[in-house]
Structure formats: C-alpha cells, structure tokens
T-cell receptor, first 113, second 113 residues
C-alpha cells in the first residue's frame, strides 16, 4: 500500500516537554511538508524539504524543528518553545519540488495538557 | 499570511442541489488547486487549474479561474451527503513562493438528506 503515514493519530503532552511527530512516505517523493491546522482554519506551513539533508522554514517555524536524513522520513519536533502547540498537524509530499498535487497523511492531533 | 480566502465560510444545501464555493487570492499565480478535507482527516486533492486555463472539469466538479479578478470557483453538481466536508483552495505564487502552496481558510459544506 503506497502512501503517507503519520503517527501517532492522537498525542498528549505536558507543558514544557518536547515531542516528535512521525511522517513516513513510500511514494518515492522528493519533497515533504509539515502544516499546522487550527480549528476552523486553513493550513499554515511550518517547514518543508525539497531534498534529503535540506529543509526550509515556512511561515510559522518558530518553536519547531525538523530533520530529513532519509528520503522517506520527515519528523517534526514540537519544542517547549512553541507557545500554543495544541493543533492538528498534517504532513504532505510531492513527487518533485514543484507545486503540483500534494499528497497528505491522515494527521496527528496534538494536545498539550 | 493567507493568500486564498474562500467564500462562503459555511454552506448548507439539500442533496441534489449544486454547491458553489469561491476563492480569492492576492498575487499572481502559476496554478490554483482545490482540496477536500473530511472532519479530522488529511486533505485530498480534487483538481488543479493552471494560470493559462479558464475552466476545468472532473466528474461532478467544475472549476473556473479568472486571473484578472484573481478568483476561482468550485462547483459541485448534484451534491450528495458524502460531499459533506471542508473545501480549500491553494495557490502557488509566481514570485516568492519558493515551491510551496498557500492554503485558504476553507468552506465548510454540509449536504443534508
């Protein structure tokens, strides 16, 4: 089954803790993206990576970090510096670095207690 | 910043009726895409229209693009209860986009039996 997987589906974290969200794809896509979605809102870009070992900040990168050591994996760490981390996080990928169709994972809902 | 703004924010119709959603954007674009999101799930790509195209069809979907007015519309004909979802437009800006999409705030569509 080809696609993008995100884990876990639901994640609870205490204030002050870092947490890492997983995103894996077996589509052989070059580019991967992380978005944040708040209730009733659109998607805001956190980080994106067009190639292994390279990534760029999106519109709301503060308080987040990423790595891209493998083509198929793009984990996102939500650090304690992120002031309002409770949100729905979506990972996506595209075949190349172009802006054609993005393929989305099912999302991870992070709640900070 | 949100490039695309959808209108209306919410729409409720009866099954069998047509649903029209609009998207306005601010800068010149290479393409505009429409995505669908069921509650609590990832986004699914519906259709892409390029800046040199004016209209595109896919099944019950019809998308128009007016670059002079910087606007697009998505028409869903003969709606079904299963069409209930949020619909987002996403734009690829010509300049400064850096190979990334900017998503609008979405239209919540409810199709009632």
């Amino acid at each position: 089954d080809g696609g993008i997987t995100q884990s876990p589906k639901y994640l609870f974290r205490k204030e002050g803790q870092n947490v890492t969200l997983s995103c894996e794809q077996n589509l052989n896509h070059d580019a991967m993206y992380w978005y944040r979605q708040d209730p009733g809102q659109g998607l805001r870009l956190i980080y994106y990576s067009q190639i292994v070992n390279d990534f760029q900040k999106g519109d709301i990168a503060e308080g987040y970090s990423v790595s891209r050591e493998k083509k198929e994996s793009f984990p996102l760490t939500v650090t304690s510096a992120q002031k309002n981390p409770t949100a729905f996080y979506l990972c996506a990928s595209t075949p190349t670095g172009s802006t054609d169709t993005q393929y989305f994972g099912p999302g991870t809902r992070l709640t900070v207690l | 910043s949100q490039q695309g703004e959808e209108d209306p924010q919410a729409l409720s119709i009866q099954e069998g009726e047509n649903a029209t959603m609009n998207c306005s954007y601010k800068t010149s674009i290479n393409n505009l895409q429409w995505y669908r999101q069921n509650s609590g799930r990832g986004l699914v790509h519906l259709i892409l229209i390029r800046s040199n195209e004016r209209e595109k069809h896919s099944g019950r979907l019809r998308v128009t693009l007016d670059t002079s007015k910087k606007s697009s519309s998505l028409l869903i004909t003969a709606s079904r209860a299963a069409d209930t979802a949020s619909y987002f437009c996403a734009t690829d800006e010509v300049t400064g986009g850096g190979n990334k999409l900017t998503f609008g705030t979405g239209t919540q569509l409810k199709v009632e039996l």
